[in-house]
């Protein structure tokens, strides 16, 4: 299944930094996500994509910025990172981020470790 | 606040049936999901429930009681590739997805 792809697949950053993680999704959704799931805790809804415009910041710190230039396509920019970022972020995406059988198709993620 | 509960670990046979139970409490209720984790890929989709009730698919199973903010999946005649975290998430009235910590199933052979 390669409907939602990620890059890089693993990650190894320092705390002065920048690198940026990209997402692509081929199923012509118009919704896009970023999440973050750490070890034994939920996913943590990080920012929703809605037709390219911004509908959800779940406050997030400013080290974590995103730009989505369209519908397929979404970055994660990573700045002067903590080590409690380190973690697994996984990007899904959804027809358009609505609606009540919408369902989330995931890419595999980028395994993150903040030195 | 809202919540999802679920196991963190069960442990089953090959071949047996294993029960994962998922409590919910969320503002608003517009339906219930559940993925399958394998470590290291992506949570793809399993099911959705949004009535009360049962919804078979092949092996797997998932069950839902509004009433009871409570959700099941059952799978069947186990498999050692069923080894795996699923996760159970509920939407909200927002139409927001609340995640629990997701079960890791252990198929022992």
């Known amino acids: 299944e390669t409907g939602v792809t990620q890059t890089p697949r693993h990650l190894v950053m320092g705390m002065t930094n920048k690198k940026s993680l990209k997402c692509e999704q081929h199923?012509?959704?118009?919704?896009m996500y970023w999440y973050k799931q750490s070890a034994k805790k939920p996913l943590e809804l990080m920012f929703v994509?809605?037709?390219?415009?911004?509908?959800e910041n779940n406050s997030v710190p400013s080290r974590f910025s995103p730009e989505c230039p369209n519908s397929s396509h979404l970055f994660l920019h990573l700045h002067t990172l903590q080590p409690e970022d380190s973690a697994l972020y996984l990007c899904?995406?959804?027809?358009?981020?609505?609606?009540?059988?919408?369902?989330?198709?995931f890419g595999p993620g980028t395994r993150l470790l903040v030195l | 606040g809202q919540n999802i509960d679920q196991p963190t670990e069960m442990t089953a046979t090959e071949g047996a049936i294993v029960q994962i139970n998922c409590t919910y409490q969320?503002?608003?209720?517009?339906?219930l999901f559940w993925y399958q984790q394998h470590a290291g890929e992506a949570p793809t989709f399993l099911s959705y429930?949004?009535l009360d009730g049962l919804e078979e698919k092949g092996r797997f199973s998932s069950f839902l009681s509004r009433s009871k903010g409570y959700s099941y999946l059952l799978l069947k005649e186990l498999q050692m590739k069923d080894s795996a975290s699923y996760l159970c998430?509920?939407?909200?009235?927002?139409?927001?997805?609340?995640w629990g910590a997701g079960t890791k199933l252990i198929i022992k052979p």
């Open positions: 899904a995406s959804s027809q358009d981020g609505g609606g009540n059988q919408e369902t989330q198709y």
């Open positions: 199923l012509g959704h118009n919704a």
């Open positions: 994509y809605n037709f390219k415009e911004q509908t």
């Open positions: 969320t503002s608003g209720f517009n339906g």
């Open positions: 429930n949004v």
């Open positions: 998430a509920a939407r909200d009235s927002n139409y927001q997805l609340i």
